[in-house]
């Protein structure tokens, strides 16, 4: 997911595209396409790229580079944000599949259509909790879900 954000962040740095809606219409249809990303994945790289500039925007107008002109604060506007690859990467439910009878929890991309990306590295996760899956409070249960399916 890193190395989509790294190109996304060189669109963006291309572009000027730095808002998450703008940098999507460039970016999204590719980082789906060539990292085998899902969706909730592929706008998680986008939005941390956006975040990143974000970010470097703030440090330069705060002079954390210095003053505009001199030669860190050059090097740091004029080059695209790189992300290391073996940074720390969010997931959430949208992301995570949820095996309660097998009590695991797997996060893995769409099918593959490309061989060539390796297996993701949360698999089979041991999951702790209750064997029957979880159990939701009545009021946290959305309007039109069956109260009777969580409330066991």
């Not at 944000?81 to 929890?105: C, E, G, I, K, N």
Request: glycine share 8%; proline share 8%.
């Amino acid at each position: 997911m890193h190395q989509a954000a790294t190109w996304a962040a060189s669109v963006a740095f291309e572009t000027g595209a730095r808002r998450p809606l703008e940098l999507r219409k460039h970016t999204y249809a590719e980082i789906r396409l060539r990292w085998g990303l899902g969706a909730q994945a592929a706008q998680h790289a986008i939005k941390k790229t956006c975040d990143a500039y974000t970010i470097l925007r703030a440090n330069l107008r705060n002079g954390r580079y210095g003053r505009s002109g001199t030669r860190r604060h050059t090097r740091a506007a004029g080059k695209p944000v790189v992300f290391r690859p073996d940074a720390a990467q969010p997931y959430d439910d949208r992301m995570l599949s949820w095996r309660h009878q097998a009590r695991t929890v797997s996060g893995s991309r769409r099918p593959q259509r490309v061989p060539q990306h390796p297996p993701t590295r949360l698999d089979g996760v041991g999951l702790r909790g209750p064997v029957n899956g979880p159990r939701t409070h009545p009021h946290h249960v959305s309007p039109g879900r069956s109260r009777t399916h969580h409330s066991q």
